[in-house]
């Protein structure tokens, strides 16, 4: 235990950089990001104030890196951190923190809190400090291939059903085509239908695309976990499969943190750059549709709103796009409050959805997207993460609220122009 | 050493070692934390860092994510401590005598009537933060030794520099004396504690901004 402990505390100090250091010598202790925290304003209990999930890894930034806290471990006067001080800690760094960066927008001095958080994980891990269900997914991606245990089979299988519904071919492993669409477990295991959606719309708009039989998976639990070793071997499938079939672009599924691990921090966990670029689905399809490609038919008269996934919009920076394609076929589209970079977390994010424990949480802090939702009296909530879906879906019938849920994609399918009509 | 000569020593040679410690702490503080430095990000930018970060330096000043009455509070009360802190020091006649005295020049002062609103204004705003940090259970988790002494160090400069004023206890050189060591203290204090905070708060934001620039997000 003690190595584990020694292991964890040297990946804090490894993880300490200059934006890292710099965020911690700022903090003035204000208190703000705690109302900008759905786990906070949803349960009022203080624990849950974004800051004070780093406490002890604050603690080793000021015995490693300032004068007095190196002064005081000398003469023997600090508090060094324990074992059972991170074993507090965990419920705190992985059940209530989605990662969803809403603090970071908030605090006054600027800290990117969940910059922090996303660091302290790996030293939580080093430590042995990580989630049951969270090792158990990791394992399972590492082992198997998917979070879920999904195999290259259980795909194939999805594959024949797209092409009996569709008429299309489903592409898997051709060489030379423009584009890797790659898909996340939540997808493939609860809304297969993404398949024979994005199989019409690449037909309709002349996509060269193909799938890869060795590089499907985008969910990425080493990110979630904190495991940056975990998480660019994950990455690396995709890469080298991206390379083998020489292509282009590399489409990030409708998934948020499948989308930060490929676009954002894959090229530096496997420590090179891309031969590729990485394009999110909803980025593309707004492309597509920039450019005349991709063509709707009728309007859809139904009042939906579209839930911001986090990690696509406020730290993926993909905003308008989604707007941009609702626009095109839904005149009664209303954003709800806070929409756009300022939204709430579903609450399910940064690996809580994979963490059983935090399940209870989860479910009560809801009560947020239940309150935004019921300011706008909508419907349908429309959104382009599998996670989020699933994590609406949970919390809408856990509090007997009666909305449909769909991906974005899967709605632009539903209105796809058909090709007599083009 | 009579009392003249512990007044010259601490508006002379005393105030010159503050100051050093100050600059030269601060110096070391913001190069110790520039050099720890940061892995080149080699993933494709969406955006630029530089332009982003500059912006959100002065951009986070003003709180643009809905505050609820708590946060009020903290970002009002924040305010009139900053910068009627700042008013006081820069605006007190006296204030600018004696960086006259230093620098050969200086800039019109304001009415004294005016300051000591300004200081009495600042110092129950310090004091409303202070109950605020104690009674709220979330600043009181968070909050440290650190959070109490800074208060305090940032504190007695306002409240001596009001009792000379006034002429609240002590004769005039002795409060005097007094004022200069408290500010003297938090001259010093300031590289070493969380009032680092007044040059690190704007790197933060450089930060902030350019990691969020570096992906296309305007925070």
Not at chain 1, 64 to 76: C, N, Q, R
Not at chain 2, 104 to 124: K, Y
Request: proline share 5%; aromatic share 8%; charged share 20%.
């Amino acid at each position: 235990m003690a190595t584990s402990l020694n292991r964890g505390v040297q990946s804090m100090i490894e993880q300490i950089d200059a934006p890292m250091a710099t965020f911690f010598s700022a903090c003035v202790h204000c208190g703000l990001c705690a109302d900008a925290c759905l786990f906070y304003t949803e349960t009022q209990d203080p624990k849950y104030t974004p800051i004070h999930k780093l406490a002890p890894m604050r603690r080793v930034w000021q015995q490693e890196f300032t004068f007095w806290g190196k002064l005081m471990s000398k003469l023997g006067l600090s508090k060094p951190v324990t074992d059972a001080e991170l074993a507090e800690w965990e419920p705190l760094v992985y059940d209530s923190c989605t990662l969803c960066g809403r603090c970071s927008l908030v605090c006054p001095v600027g800290n990117d809190i969940a910059y922090m958080v996303r660091k302290m994980r790996e030293g939580m891990v080093a430590s042995g400090h990580a989630p049951d269900g969270l090792k158990g997914a990791t394992r399972r991606a590492i082992e198997l291939g998917s979070p879920m245990g999904i195999t290259i089979k259980t795909l194939q299988a999805h594959f024949k059903h797209a092409e009996q519904e569709t008429g299309l071919v489903v592409p898997l492993d051709r060489e030379g085509a423009d584009y890797l669409l790659v898909l996340s477990s939540a997808e493939i295991a609860n809304f297969s239908e993404i398949i024979p959606a994005v199989t019409r719309i690449f037909h309709q708009a002349d996509v060269s695309w193909t799938m890869a039989s060795d590089g499907f998976e985008a969910t990425n639990s080493g990110i979630q976990i904190g495991s940056s070793d975990l998480a660019a071997e994950l990455v690396n499938r995709i890469v080298k499969a991206a390379e083998r079939l020489k292509v282009k672009y590399v489409i990030s599924p409708e998934c948020g943190h499948a989308y930060t691990a490929l676009r954002w921090e894959g090229p530096n966990l496997i420590g090179r750059p891309y031969p590729f670029e990485v394009v999110h689905i909803i980025e593309l399809l707004d492309q597509l549709r920039g450019e005349g490609r991709l063509r709707t038919t009728g309007m859809d008269d139904t009042r939906m709103t579209f839930h911001d996934p986090c990690q696509m919009v406020r730290r993926g920076g993909v905003i308008n796009q989604p707007r941009n394609l609702l626009n095109m076929f839904a005149p009664n589209f209303v954003e709800m409050p806070d929409a756009g970079v300022q939204n709430w977390c579903c609450g399910g994010g940064g690996g809580v959805s994979a963490n059983p424990r935090a399940d209870e949480l989860r479910l009560k802090v809801f009560s947020k997207k239940k309150s935004q939702l019921e300011a706008i009296d909508v419907t349908t909530v429309v959104t382009s993460c599998s996670n989020c879906r699933t994590m609406l879906e949970e919390g809408l019938e856990h509090n007997h609220m009666d909305l449909n849920v769909i991906g974005l994609t899967e709605l632009i399918a539903q209105h796809l122009a058909s090709p007599e009509k083009q | 050493m009579n009392q003249q000569e512990l007044l010259d020593f601490v508006r002379g040679t005393g105030l010159q070692i503050a100051a050093a410690v100050f600059v030269l702490g601060m110096v070391y503080r913001m190069l110790h934390l520039m050099l720890l430095g940061r892995k080149k990000n080699l993933a494709a930018p969406r955006g630029t860092e530089w332009g982003p970060g500059l912006r959100t330096m002065w951009h986070r000043s003003i709180p643009s994510v809905g505050l609820t009455s708590r946060g009020y509070f903290i970002v009002i009360s924040g305010y009139i401590f900053h910068l009627g802190f700042l008013i006081t020091l820069l605006f007190l006649s006296q204030h600018i005598d004696l960086f006259r005295s230093v620098f050969g020049f200086g800039w019109p002062a304001l009415s004294p009537g005016l300051i000591t609103i300004t200081a009495i204004l600042t110092i129950a705003a310090m004091i409303a933060l202070l109950v605020h940090r104690y009674t709220d259970p979330v600043k009181r988790l968070i909050s440290d030794y650190q959070d109490y002494l800074t208060w305090t160090l940032t504190f007695l400069p306002l409240l001596t520099g009001i009792m000379l004023k006034q002429g609240i206890a002590l004769g005039y050189q002795q409060m005097l004396i007094v004022h200069i060591i408290t500010l003297e203290l938090l001259m010093i204090a300031t590289p070493f504690t969380k009032l680092v905070h007044m040059f690190t708060t704007f790197s933060a934001r450089w930060y902030n901004g350019a990691i969020s620039g570096f992906k296309g997000i305007k925070v």
